[in-house]
T-cell receptor, first 112, second 115 residues
């Protein structure tokens, strides 16, 4: 059984650019959640996708958007990058019956 | 507003000792309380979780104690080992049908176990 995978591992962007992060959910899991983890902080919920639709959103602006594909993999897109967007972005998948969420290794985004 | 408050921020324990991390919450609708372990540069890994219908759950050296009336729960690591040195996060969520649930995380506790 393959766990949650994320790509890329690291990414460096400049302010104002756009970025796309990718996540493959664990086998059998149809729900994907995205979290932002700033240095020294706990993960903060961005949004969740279920059956290819956004299902719940945290306190993040619209420039954070996402997609879920028929195979349950997901993308997180961030437009107009700001310095404060520098963080570890985590993807977590969960099974239909829940509630456990299993996290991937994350993508470290640095905005210069 | 922090939905889940975690303490202490950091903890140093001797090898073989007991590590105790505490969390408190306000929202009585929370019905699932997991603990995660995170090593530097890695994603959080699920350690152990509890529902509010039980007061204690034990898995190996890890125990969750849950006090529903006080809205508090804690992680106890028995016989702490240097390999347990990591950051620990508590979390809480409201189970939501078939679509999963949003996790609210504490701010983390950095545990160092001294040999």
């Amino acid at each position: 059984e393959t766990g949650v995978t994320q790509s890329p591992t690291h990414l460096i962007k400049t302010r104002g650019q756009q970025v796309t992060l990718r996540c493959s959910s664990q086998s059998g899991h149809n729900t994907v959640s995205w979290y932002q983890q700033a240095l020294g902080q706990g993960p903060q919920f961005i949004f969740q996708y279920y059956r290819e639709e956004e299902n719940g959103r945290g306190n993040f602006p619209p420039r954070f958007s996402g997609l879920q594909f028929p195979n349950y993999s997901s993308e997180l897109n961030v437009n107009a990058l700001e310095l404060d967007d520098s963080a570890l972005y985590l993807c977590a998948s969960s099974a239909p019956q829940g509630p456990e969420q299993f996290f991937g290794p994350g993508t470290r985004l640095t905005v210069l | 507003q922090q939905q889940v408050k975690q303490s202490p921020q950091s903890l140093i324990v001797q090898k073989g000792g007991i590590s105790i991390i505490n969390c408190a919450y306000e929202n009585t609708a929370f019905d699932y309380f997991p603990w995660y372990q995170q090593f530097p540069g890695k994603g959080p890994a699920l350690l152990i979780a509890i529902r509010p219908d039980v007061s204690e759950k034990k898995e190996g050296r890890f125990t969750i104690s849950f006090n529903k009336s006080a809205k508090q729960f804690s992680l106890h690591i028995m016989d702490s080992q240097p390999g347990d040195s990591a950051t620990y996060f508590c979390a809480a969520s409201i189970s939501g049908g078939l679509a999963g649930n949003q996790f609210y995380f504490g701010t983390g506790t950095s545990l160092t176990v001294i040999p």
